[in-house]
């Protein structure tokens, strides 16, 4: 069993950052690939970027790539994502979520946060 929980949402104006971060608790925690994922009101739940175990695999979306950044501090037992230059359309809840394994598609993914709202005006 794994517990996550985001944090670090809020509100921002375009061109701005926020860091989110995810933390973990429970079994095994080192030993999960860590993703993040966002959904926009009526939207599909959308995969942002995915870092695996060990941090030497990381993939991220076409529409944060060269903006967004994940990393995680497995002694800390934590996953960031850094959001830079956010732009309205960056605008959903954001979601962390473990998976045993390298992965894009939500339904791969065992375990998930609460989830944390982040808000980007123009």
């Known amino acids: 069993q794994v517990q996550l929980v985001e944090s670090g949402g809020g509100l921002v104006q375009a061109g701005g950052s926020l860091r989110l971060s995810c933390a973990a608790s429970?079994?095994?925690?080192?030993?999960?690939?860590m993703g993040w994922f966002r959904q926009a009101p009526g939207k599909e739940r959308e995969f942002v970027a995915v870092i695996s175990w060990r941090g030497d695999r990381l993939y991220n979306a076409e529409s944060v790539k060269g903006r967004f950044t994940i990393s995680r501090d497995n002694a800390e037992n934590t996953v960031f994502l850094e959001m830079n230059s956010l732009r309205p359309d960056d605008t959903a809840i954001y979601y962390c979520?473990?998976?045993?394994?390298?992965?894009?598609?939500?339904?791969?993914?065992?375990?998930w946060g609460q989830g944390t709202q982040v808000t980007v005006s123009s």
């Open positions: 429970g079994r095994t925690f080192s030993r999960y690939a």
């Open positions: 979520a473990a998976s045993l394994g390298v992965a894009t598609t939500p339904n791969l993914y065992e375990y």
